[in-house]
């Protein structure tokens, strides 16, 4: 399942965190999203390491950590979307999809007149649409 | 059929906010204007690009960013493609259209279509015709620059229209 | 790089290598323990031979020169594995000792990004880490399953006091004591010994010991014994001991008492001694004992045959599983591979130790000796790595060992961690940060907290060297070791950690993170009693918005108990809890412009000024005359500093939010001030620079402590306030100065909860000071007052002044005004802002009852206020006070003012009070300002109607619609007047019931009927008599209280009224004015009765220039067998104009429709324009017999009479002159007739004196209803 999803803009400041989990470990998420930019930064600034995947949004996982996984999306306008989850072997097929939704749901969030760009997301339509995305993470179902 | 109602209306809005902001709320001022719309121009853009980058590979360089512009990002606009691209390879860039939609309404004669000419008549404006024009093209401007700075790329555009409806957007990307 | 240069290379040249086991006999020791020494801590210094430079010739044939060696000496009793307990005891020791290193720097700032980049990569972990590394390392020494900790040598001592120490000798090596790694059989018992004879020159000649030693020669063989004199120095010296010891002193040799009986021969003896042993005799007993095992293995196992037969044999499936596979003794061909490669490694021959390595691992993975197996994958990897080739395989091989160690669980675990270890500096010295860093987190999974803490930040480092630079991942890494530091209670440690990690997160705004770090970074702090920087750091997170309820909470409880348990109360610059909103300051001081309350501060300055224009003399004139008498006036030239006066409040208006959710207490809000007694324009100037800067006053602590202290200068007032979560409030802060000088405002200050003092200084940018007009002088915050000499000052009020009142609602208020100071003020003047509502009464209403005073039958000597009066009179009232009024000082005055509710809706009131100083100060005037707002309820909606009369000349019917609008008052209708002497009002003669209709109720409404008469042009005779007056009661009780309308207040009133009510006078003839005067019906007959007076002005009357009314027999008797009856009868005409009229009479015989053609025929002979009548003034004027008229001309289709004499008639009337027109009817049937079928069109014709407005100029009149009756006549 997922535990986190977060949306960082383009100066790595956090514009959207949102935890999914029933314990407090909002601290440890927000330090391991935290950590994943690193990864991030490192794939784009020298992607020769993978390098059939040079430019693609989707970045893979980023980094497994002791029980968590991050998956990282980046977008054209240098956008980082991250995802960390706990299930053991996530298809790449379906972070790819489940990034793809997220990545629509965040383009109508961000073509709201009233969001300001580089601030955080606070709409709650937002927030509601994530949630069903993240539900129906895994399950081939589209939202 | 509808979208050509939808566009027609677009063309009206776009007319009229251009009217609006030089005729009645900085009538006075129309560099203060020319923000403003080029300020609106900047947020449409920067939106439009976060939709319609939505899935393509990032760009690699500036190059490609242009392209994207000229290509895919004009004809979801305009329905049709930038027509000519000339760069320097110095950072500057020149964006030829030759019929841009939004100046096909506009005649720099108010005697002729006068129905058209009335978004930009000059009386209107109190302005004169050509500079009323280039109040019409500051919008596209700040389309082109939202976009641009929303991929990455600082810039400054600015317009200019040799004969009508044609006309050349001019791309400086700032190091 | 040179793999032997690197660190990893040298901790293995110096840890692996051959041991020699120590076997002393107690006098030996007791030898040793004369200088301070044991014998092992006496030779380790010597056992480290930089330059041994001896030719080794291993397995192969062409030997090379081994150059640094070391030996390990160790007592025979230390072999042993160690138990964790003690070990990580120890461990435990190291990082705690370091403690006491870290705690300076923590009291330094955290450091930033760039000073730790810039420090040198060693630099970057603390370098206790590495002994701690090793401390580590240590641990695993002497473990079964591998031979490099097996001693190479045993060197056993016997003192030459020993009683045969032959036979010593034996027993030293005898099993029972030898560790158990010899008796278990692991190891081979066969090792070399050496023999060694220890002397004691104090203990007498050396002759003793040469004996010993030739006997021992003679049995223990020639060259294994050796003799070794130490304490040849006679005496103990503590001196020349030290420059002896020097050169050994870096080798960890410490005598510990000062006592030390060796001298530099002795130490010159035992070098000798160590440096023999190594090269003579271990070195060439290991290459010997490596040629031997080589040859061994290469008969058993080199060549094709052995390999299968090795393979067959040890396919056999009687394979025990145990975790470290079968038992292996030191005879078994595995464990002499092993040796055979660790004697390679440790002379260096890594080509030969590497091959048998490779050998041994698959004998070991198909025996599944686990841990065996890892070990030599691990010593393998190691030879990759000194060999320093194919980093891919020795990558490999760690990973192997490193995951195998894992795998076979807690027995490998440590040894996984000495893998790893040595992994992670493999990795490092090739510049392979991150994987380094990943190794030692991994490793970190394994250990106990402390190491775990030890081995993230390790983790951290090398993220922090790898290349991008990883400040993410260090922050994080550096936070996990604080962490587990915390875990293991090493404080210092966790803060160090912490604060190193604090730069990370100060960019972007991950608040979360950032405030985790700050407040555990300051908790910490506080545990350590570091309390101002635990409150410095806790600062940082307490005014946190974002966060929860309970984190705030647990925030400022930490942060105020460490304030508390400081003891001190702390001075904090810019404390966040509470906001102090800066926008919103607002600086009110008062220096002509003196205000009742607050709320008049706030009415903008442009309002005041375009009231106040006429009554003060122009600002300039004041600002020069008092500006001369200040001695120096060069500061306030330009306006820079504005005026306030000694002993009156400057006052400070500042909006305070609480960012938290929780309430929190402020108390002590009061400002920070500076009172600079002298005058000088320097200093002021000074003081602006000081104030427009304030960091440097920051910097300047102290001197708040000043400002607070002069408090002989200046009063500061003090507010105690609380503040809920996320409230905000707008307090008002005070200072009065006492004295002469520039008084500046510079900050305030507040304490928290009556822990924690905060202070915050005015920002005040000079440029804002640009003079702007007074209004802007009071909006921009200039915190420089010039404070001028003490002035009268007068306060003052209206009492009582409702704020909700109902429309028309009559009151008598007082205004009182106050002088506080000594002196006097002269020429007081008042000017209201709407002089329709509030009108200042005359000196004599002071003392009057209301509303007794306003009766008839008061004679107070009524002030009649004049009819004329000036337009500007009703937009601002200017009222002089009567010149000889003086307010002396601390005299009260009252004034009476009158009030009146005129119009329903909220109205804001403004009066400005102007008075002189009898004294010559420096500024001449003051005003007082005061507004208030009343809400105006509507209450009684009047309005009139009025139409001729048709029965009398010159008397109207006046119609009066009351609608009670209130909700649920009652009002009592008390008295209708009319205003002026020209008209009379009087009940209809028919109807007295009128007076009846006293009350009102809520949301009713009456229309009632009078009757006025003129009684201007003719005065009738009942004009005489009161029966009708101008006044008419309505209430029962008789004409006694009638109130005077004539006279002020109502008169004053009804003026504005008039004025406002939009028309202006014009003619009195057309237009006229009632004043309905009611009372509230109290529900409590407690409050004094309410006076309502509602004025309404302009009542139109009929616009008609002239009335008509006929005259003539209303019954006639006639015999009409003879002839049809004539009537005669006439019009009278009157013309109340003052023009000439020419006017016809058009009388229409039968019905309506040949009525309306008349005009079509008449308009041969009149002028034209008579068509443009317009209906709607008739319907004003005479809608009572609109209604009837219609029906009564459809009611009769022909009419059974005919005007006779003329069908038209045309008259010319002066002015105010009457005509009579003949007119006669003959009538055919008797009846009852209504001659009303006729027309009266008139037209003016206007004097050149007047002009007449249009609606008057011509008009068409129809016939009033005029019955006659006419019956049948008897014969």
């Given at each position: 399942m997922i535990v986190c999803v977060a949306v960082v803009g383009h100066q790595n400041n956090p514009l959207y965190l949102q935890s999914f989990t029933e314990a407090d470990d909002a601290l440890k998420l927000h330090h391991v999203v935290h950590c994943s930019l690193d990864v991030i930064d490192e794939r784009v600034n020298n992607p020769k390491r993978n390098a059939p995947t040079l430019n693609e949004t989707f970045l893979g996982l980023l980094y497994p950590t002791e029980n968590y996984k991050v998956y990282g999306y980046l977008t054209n306008t240098k956008v980082k979307f991250l995802m960390v989850t706990t299930d053991l072997d996530v298809k790449d097929a379906d972070a790819r999809n489940f990034f793809r939704k997220f990545h629509a749901a965040y383009v109508d969030a961000v073509s709201n007149p009233f969001h300001v760009p580089g601030k955080k997301i606070a709409s709650r339509s937002f927030g509601a649409r994530v949630s069903t995305i993240v539900k129906s993470f895994g399950s081939g179902t589209t939202v | 059929m509808g979208r050509e109602v939808a566009g027609s209306c677009l063309d009206g809005v776009v007319m009229e906010m251009v009217s609006a902001y030089c005729g009645r709320f900085y009538a006075a001022k129309p560099e203060l204007a020319a923000g403003r719309i080029e300020a609106i121009g900047f947020q449409v853009g920067h939106q439009l690009s976060e939709r319609y980058t939505m899935d393509r590979p990032r760009f690699t360089d500036h190059l490609e960013a242009i392209k994207f512009i000229c290509k895919d990002f004009w004809s979801e606009l305009f329905k049709k493609q930038i027509d000519n691209l000339k760069t320097n390879h110095r950072g500057t860039f020149v964006l030829q259209d030759n019929c841009f939609p939004w100046l096909t309404h506009v005649s720099l004669d108010p005697s002729m279509e006068s129905t058209d000419a009335t978004e930009s008549d000059p009386a209107l404006l109190g302005d004169t015709a050509a500079q009323t024009t280039s109040m019409l093209l500051y919008f596209p401007c700040g389309i082109i620059r939202g976009a641009l700075t929303n991929l990455g790329i600082p810039c400054a555009v600015s317009a200019d229209m040799s004969n009508l409806p044609a006309c050349s957007f001019v791309v400086r990307i700032k190091t | 790089m040179d793999p032997l240069r690197s660190y990893l290379g040298r901790l293995l040249l110096e840890d692996i290598t051959p041991v020699v086991m120590v076997l002393t006999t107690p006098l030996a020791e007791a030898a040793c323990r004369r200088s301070g020494l044991s014998f092992v801590d006496m030779l380790s210094p010597f056992s480290l031979f930089k330059k041994i430079d001896v030719p080794v010739r291993t397995a192969s044939d062409q030997p090379y020169r081994l150059q640094m060696f070391k030996i390990r000496m160790v007592y025979a009793s230390?072999?042993?594995?160690?138990?964790?307990?003690?070990?990580?005891?120890?461990?435990?020791?190291?990082?705690?000792?370091?403690?006491?290193?870290?705690?300076?720097?923590?009291?330094?700032?955290?450091?930033?990004?760039?000073?730790?980049?810039?420090?040198?990569?060693?630099?970057?972990?603390?370098?206790?880490?590495?002994?701690?590394?090793?401390?580590?390392?240590?641990?695993?020494?002497?473990?079964?399953?591998?031979?490099?900790?097996?001693?190479?040598?045993?060197?056993?001592?016997?003192?030459?006091?020993?009683?045969?120490?032959?036979?010593?000798?034996?027993?030293?090596?005898?099993?029972?004591?030898?560790?158990?790694?010899?008796?278990?059989?692991?190891?081979?018992?066969?090792?070399?010994?050496?023999?060694l004879v220890l002397h004691d020159q104090q203990d007498g000649p050396q002759e003793i010991a040469v004996n010993i030693l030739a006997e021992m020669r003679s049995t223990l063989g020639l060259n294994d014994c050796k003799l070794l004199c130490i304490n040849s120095s006679a005496q103990?010296?503590?001196?020349?001991?030290?420059?002896?010891?020097?050169?050994?002193?870096?080798?960890?040799?410490?005598?510990?008492?000062?006592a030390c009986f060796l001298n530099t021969d002795d130490l010159n003896e035992i070098k000798d001694f160590m440096q023999d042993f190594a090269s003579n005799h271990i070195i060439p007993y290991m290459e010997q004992k490596i040629r031997v095992l080589n040859q061994q293995v290469a008969t058993t196992r080199k060549g094709f045959r052995n390999q299968i037969k090795n393979l067959w044999w040890r396919k056999r499936d009687d394979v025990p599983e145990a975790a470290n596979g079968p038992m292996y003794t030191f005879t078994s061909i595995e464990s002499q591979i092993r040796v055979l490669g660790d004697y390679a490694f440790m002379l260096r021959d890594y080509e030969l130790a590497l091959s048998n390595y490779r050998l041994l691992s698959t004998d070991y993975k198909l025996d599944k000796a686990w841990k065996r197996f890892a070990g030599v994958q691990e010593m393998s990897g190691l030879c990759y790595f000194m060999l320093d080739q194919s980093r891919k395989d020795a990558e490999y091989c760690m990973e192997?060992?490193?995951?195998?160690?894992?795998?076979?669980?807690?027995?490998?675990?440590?040894?996984?961690?000495?893998?790893?270890?040595?992994?992670?500096?493999?990795?490092?010295?090739?510049?392979?940060?991150?994987?380094?860093?990943?190794?030692?987190?991994?490793?970190?999974?394994?250990?106990?907290?402390?190491?775990?803490?030890?081995?993230?930040?390790?983790?951290?480092?090398?993220?922090?060297?790898?290349?991008?630079?990883?400040?993410?991942?260090?922050?994080?890494?550096?936070?996990?070791?604080?962490?587990?530091?915390?875990?293991?209670?090493?404080?210092?440690?966790?803060?160090?950690?912490?604060?190193?990690?604090?730069?990370?997160?100060?960019?972007?705004?991950?608040?979360?993170?950032?405030?985790?770090?700050?407040y555990n970074v300051g908790r910490w702090y506080g545990v350590l009693g570091i309390f101002d920087v635990a409150i410095k750091h806790l600062l940082e997170v307490v005014a946190c918005s974002h966060q929860s309820l309970t984190t705030q909470s647990m925030f400022l409880n930490d942060f105020f108990h460490f304030v508390q348990s400081t003891g001190k109360k702390f001075d904090v610059y810019k404390l966040q809890l509470p906001v102090f909103n800066m926008s919103s300051l607002r600086v009110v001081h008062e220096d002509h412009r003196t205000y009742a309350s607050n709320a008049d501060v706030d009415v903008s300055e442009s309002i005041w000024q375009e009231l106040e224009e006429e009554m003060i003399p122009?600002?300039?004139?004041?600002?020069?005359?008092?500006?001369?008498?200040?001695?120096?006036?060069?500061?306030?030239?330009?306006?820079?500093?504005?005026?306030?006066?000694?002993?009156?409040?400057?006052?400070?208006?500042?909006?305070?939010?609480?960012?938290?959710?929780?309430?929190?207490?402020?108390?002590?809000?009061?400002?920070?001030?500076?009172?600079?007694?002298?005058?000088?324009?320097?200093?002021?100037?000074?003081?602006?620079?000081?104030?427009?800067?304030?960091?440097?006053?920051?910097?300047?602590?102290?001197s708040i402590l000043t400002f607070k202290s002069d408090e002989n200068n200046f009063t500061v007032s003090s507010l105690d306030i609380v503040l809920g979560g996320g409230e905000t409030k707008r307090i008002q802060l005070e200072v009065t100065p006492k004295v002469i000088g520039i008084l500046k405002l510079v900050g305030i200050r507040w304490t928290l909860s009556d822990s924690v003092v905060g202070y915050q200084y005015f920002e005040v940018s000079t440029q804002k000071k640009t003079k702007k007009g007074k209004r802007g002088a009071h909006r921009s915050l200039n915190n420089i007052l010039i404070v001028i000499k003490a002035l009268p000052k007068l306060t003052g009020y209206i009492d009582c002044l409702p704020t909700k009142a109902f429309t028309g609602d009559l009151q008598l208020l007082t205004l009182n005004l106050r002088n506080q100071s000594e002196h006097a003020v002269k020429n007081v003047k008042m000017k209201i802002s709407h002089p329709r509502f509030v009108i200042p009464g005359g000196s004599s209403d002071l003392d009057l009852e209301f509303p007794q005073c306003l009766r008839k039958h008061v004679q107070s000597d009524s002030n009649v206020v004049s009819s004329k009066s000036t337009k500007e009179k009703f937009k601002g009232f200017l009222f002089a006070f009567p010149q000889d009024i003086k307010i002396q000082g601390g005299a009260t005055f009252s004034w009476p003012i009158w009030f009146h509710a005129a119009t329903p809706g909220n109205l804001s009131l403004y009066l400005s009070l102007y008075y002189e100083m009898e004294s010559t100060t420096d500024i001449p005037y003051r005003t007082l300002r005061t507004h208030y707002n009343v809400e105006v309820l509507p209450s009684l909606d009047v309005s009139f109607a009025v139409s001729m009369c048709s029965s009398?000349?010159?008397?109207?019917?006046?119609?009066?619609?009351?609608?009670?609008?209130?909700?649920?008052?009652?009002?009592?209708?008390?008295?209708?007047?009319?205003?002026?002497?020209?008209?009379?009002?009087?009940?209809?003669?028919?109807?007295?019931?009128i007076s009846l209709v006293e009350t009102i109720p809520a949301n009713q409404s009456v229309s009632c009927f009078f009757k006025i008469k003129d009684i201007g042009t003719n005065s009738c005779a009942e004009a005489a008599d009161g029966s009708c007056g101008s006044d008419m009661v309505l209430s029962p009780g008789g004409s006694t209280d009638v109130f005077h309308i004539s006279q002020s207040p109502i008169a004053d009133f009804h003026y504005q009224e008039r004025y406002h009510q939009g028309k202006l006078a014009k003619g009195p003839s057309s237009l006229l004015d009632f004043i309905l005067i009611a009372k509230a019906v109290a529900a409590n007959s407690s409050k004094s009765e309410q006076l309502l007076s509602h004025h309404t002005c302009q009542v139109a009357l009929s616009q008609n220039p002239i009335w008509w009314l006929m005259e003539g027999p209303r019954t006639i008797t006639h015999d009409f067998s003879k002839s049809c009856c004539e009537a005669n009868i006439q019009l009278v005409i009157h013309n109340s104009s003052e023009h000439n009229i020419s006017l016809g009479v058009v009388t229409s015989d039968g019905t309506l429709e040949k009525n309306q053609t008349i005009p079509s025929h008449e308009s041969a002979s009149g002028p034209g324009g008579w068509y443009d009548v317009s209906l709607e003034n008739d319907v004003k004027a005479i809608t009572s017999m609109k209604g009837t008229h219609p029906q009564k001309q459809s009611s009769e289709s022909i009419s059974p009479f005919v005007w006779c004499s003329l069908s038209s008639a045309q008259v010319d009337l002066k002015p105010n002159s009457s005509a009579k027109i003949p007119l006669k009817v003959c009538i055919f049937a008797p009846g009852t007739y209504n001659f009303s079928n006729y027309e009266l069109h008139w037209k003016v014709h206007p004097s050149e004196a007047g002009q007449v407005d249009d609606n008057g100029r011509s008009g068409v009149g129809q016939g009033y209803p005029f019955y006659v009756t006419v019956l049948q006549g008897a014969r």
């Open positions: - | - | 230390d072999i042993h594995k160690q138990d964790h307990e003690v070990a990580d005891e120890r461990i435990k020791l190291v990082v705690s000792e370091a403690n006491e290193k870290t705690l300076p720097d923590l009291l330094a700032d955290p450091p930033q990004l760039e000073d730790v980049v810039n420090k040198p990569e060693a630099e970057l972990c603390p370098l206790w880490t590495k002994r701690f590394n090793r401390e580590l390392i240590r641990t695993l020494s002497f473990s079964d399953h591998e031979t490099f900790d097996h001693p190479v040598a045993c060197l056993l001592v016997v003192s030459s006091k020993d009683k045969e120490p032959i036979s010593k000798f034996a027993d030293l090596f005898n099993t029972n004591q030898l560790p158990s790694l010899l008796n278990e059989g692991i190891m081979d018992p066969q090792i070399l010994k050496h023999y103990a010296h503590g001196s020349d001991a030290d420059n002896s010891w020097l050169p050994y002193k870096a080798h960890g040799l410490h005598n510990h008492e000062g192997n060992a490193f995951s195998t160690y894992l795998r076979i669980g807690s027995s490998g675990q440590r040894n996984a961690t000495r893998c790893g270890l040595w992994w992670a500096e493999m990795l490092t010295t090739r510049g392979q940060h991150r994987e380094a860093s990943s190794v030692y987190f991994r490793i970190s999974n394994e250990e106990p907290s402390l190491h775990s803490a030890v081995l993230l930040e390790q983790a951290a480092c090398c993220y922090l060297l790898s290349s991008p630079r990883m400040l993410r991942k260090y922050g994080f890494h550096l936070i996990l070791a604080g962490n587990s530091y915390y875990l293991s209670d090493q404080k210092q440690h966790a803060v160090r950690a912490y604060r190193n990690a604090l730069f990370v997160y100060k960019q972007n705004p991950w608040s979360y993170i950032n405030n985790h770090v700050h122009s600002s300039s004139v004041v600002r020069t005359n008092w500006l001369d008498t200040q001695p120096k006036s060069s500061p306030f030239k330009n306006n820079k500093a504005s005026v306030c006066v000694a002993g009156e409040a400057v006052k400070l208006n500042v909006e305070v939010k609480n960012p938290l959710q929780i309430s929190v207490n402020v108390s002590g809000i009061s400002l920070i001030c500076q009172l600079s007694t002298t005058m000088d324009a320097s200093s002021a100037e000074k003081g602006t620079l000081s104030a427009a800067t304030e960091e440097d006053i920051a910097t300047t602590k102290p009398r000349l010159q008397e109207y019917i006046v119609r009066m619609d009351i609608m009670n609008r209130t909700l649920s008052e009652s009002f009592a209708l008390h008295q209708l007047s009319c205003v002026g002497t020209k008209w009379a009002v009087s009940t209809l003669p028919s109807c007295d019931s």
